[in-house]
């Protein structure tokens, strides 16, 4: 069997480098129109940072794994074409703000039907609305060349950036929507076939075609609903003296909740919850559903709250003015393991503190120092980009970027955060030194003990820190 995956993104290298890896005899070709993204694909540094992804790329490539830019040949060749382009929310007319802009999508159904001079088995990878698959059968089917057959599946992807390897490998489930034909039967079992080389055919479900679409936008909006729970719990912890993480575990312990994603933080970020949840409230708003649309607008409406709640925590403990003192920003990405900064929680932060007048020393490991600027100036963000790249510094090394600095805000819960030595960031740092922990990784009573003014997410600490650095409290 020949595959062809059309974009090479977040979701198509880690796919189908894994599918290639567990698939010796299926020949996989991924493509996209980024010449640029292709060549780093089929370079030594990946376009994407992902644990465990270059040993397999290394493994696969070029033996059943190829990357290219014949997009044409591609899809002449393959019998089943996974559509993973991007979805993004649209910028513009309809739907601006909400909707997905299916743009990408539409345009490789129609390469598809340009091209294709046999029968092809298309799946939507991409995530998409509801019924997003009749567009495409519309598309194919309305330029098909006699004697072509066009199946299409849905075939959404429940990866998370940072453990998709592991993600792919052991999938909770793989769901695969389909017509309830007896041709839309086959495709379904063809690829099924597939993902059946690693994955237990118990945890392959298979719906109609609608269902599995609407799943994929439910799944995250239950995933993000439960961070924007415990994050309004948060806000409620930090006026009562109650401790979020005491309430997440006791909460998470309810083996009807569960423990996972009870955790507090900055606000969620990432290129899919928010996108996901608006396409969701578009398509009920479209359904005049407006009560369905208002009760998932909250879940976005809270992560704002939590976004700009922290940020202004900092600026208030800072005696209500940054203007011109140095802030170190620890962790840019939208979450650890990862080198993306798509939605991330830091952006609204840096952005509120620029705006202030504050001057910002960021540190990531894995964010290219252009993504940050490229993040900081857009015109999203600022009026005045060339203010902000006077006020941003990037380093290289977490210890250069909080040297002289007032405070350290924690905005990605990178595990190397853990471990640095506080005592020697305390004496570098400018007194009273503040440390903002929007992740609440690091060890509260000991950057007290050390000397450390600390501020998390859902915990209201006394002013120890901050007395011990006045002399009130004996330092350690
Ligand atoms: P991405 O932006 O990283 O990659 C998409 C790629 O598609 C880009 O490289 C782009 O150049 C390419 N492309 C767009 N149109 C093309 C065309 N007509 N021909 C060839 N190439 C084309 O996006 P992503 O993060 O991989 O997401 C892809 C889809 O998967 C989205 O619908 C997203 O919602 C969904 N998804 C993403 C994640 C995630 O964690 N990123 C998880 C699950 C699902
Ligand atoms: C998400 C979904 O988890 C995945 O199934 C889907 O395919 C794509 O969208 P991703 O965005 O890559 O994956 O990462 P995820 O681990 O879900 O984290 C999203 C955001 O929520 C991050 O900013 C993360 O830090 C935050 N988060 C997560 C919390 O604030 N608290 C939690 O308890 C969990």
New binding site residues.
């Given amino acids: 069997m020949k595959v062809c995956c059309i974009g090479a993104g977040y979701v198509g290298g880690p796919t189908c480098a894994v599918m290639a890896l567990k698939c010796p005899d299926i020949v996989i070709t991924l493509v996209d129109k980024s010449s640029e993204r292709i060549a780093q694909w089929n370079s030594d540094k990946l376009p994407i940072y992902e644990p465990g992804l270059d040993e397999v790329v290394k493994k696969c490539r070029n033996v059943n794994l190829f990357f290219s830019t014949d997009i044409e040949t591609a899809i002449k060749e393959a019998d089943l074409i996974f559509i993973s382009v991007n979805t993004p929310t649209k910028t513009c007319g309809n739907g601006k703000g909400r909707a997905a802009d299916l743009k990408y999508v539409e345009s490789a159904a129609r390469m598809i039907a340009e091209i294709a001079q046999s029968n092809k088995i298309v799946v939507e990878k991409s995530t998409v609305p509801v019924r997003a698959a009749e567009s495409i059968m519309h598309i194919l089917r309305a330029n098909q060349k006699p004697g072509i057959h066009y199946d299409i599946l849905s075939n959404p992807?429940?990866?998370?950036?940072?453990?998709a390897i592991n993600?792919l490998l052991n999938a909770d489930r793989v769901l695969i929507g389909g017509e309830e034909t007896p041709e839309g039967h086959q495709a379904v079992e063809k690829l099924s076939w597939i993902y059946e080389h690693w994955i237990p055919k118990q945890n392959i479900l298979t719906t109609n075609t609608w269902s599995s679409e609407l799943s994929k936008l439910a799944?995250?909006a239950f995933?993000?609903q439960?961070?924007s729970s415990?994050?309004s719990l948060s806000a409620v912890c930090e006026a009562t003296g109650a401790d979020v993480s005491e309430v997440a575990r006791a909460v998470g312990l309810d083996s009807r909740i569960g423990s996972?994603?009870?955790?507090?933080?900055?606000?969620?970020?990432?290129?899919?919850?928010q996108k996901?949840i608006l396409n969701l409230i578009y398509i009920c708003e479209n359904l005049n559903l407006p009560e369905v649309a208002a009760y998932w607008q909250q879940v976005i409406d809270m992560n704002e709250y939590q976004k700009r709640r922290f940020s202004q925590k900092i600026i208030e403990s800072l005696f209500n003015t940054v203007s011109d003192k140095r802030i170190a920003i620890l962790g840019f990405a939208?979450?650890k393991n990862?080198g993306?900064t798509r939605e991330?929680?830091a952006i609204t932060v840096c952005q509120t503190l620029l705006e202030e007048g504050a001057a910002l020393d960021i540190y990531d490991p894995k964010v290219e120092p252009e993504q940050i600027i490229d993040d900081l100036t857009h015109p999203s963000v600022t009026e005045s980009p060339e203010k902000v790249k006077k006020a941003v510094q990037i380093h290289s090394d977490p210890y250069s970027a909080v040297r002289a600095t007032h405070a350290l805000v924690i905005c990605?819960?990178w595990d190397e955060f853990v471990d640095l030595d506080f005592k020697r960031i305390y004496q570098s740092m400018m007194k009273p030194a503040y440390i903002f922990d929007g992740?609440k990784i690091l060890d509260h009573e000991r950057l007290q003990q050390i000397g450390f003014h600390v501020q998390t997410i859902g915990k209201k600490y006394q002013r120890t820190g901050l007395l011990r650095s006045w002399g009130i409290v004996p330092q350690l």
């Fill in positions: 992807e429940f990866l998370a950036e940072g453990t993600d799944a995250n995933l993000a439960r961070i415990i994050n996972k994603f009870l955790q507090a933080s900055v606000g969620f970020g990432g290129s899919c919850f996901d939208f979450k990862t993306d991330t929680a990605t819960e992740r």
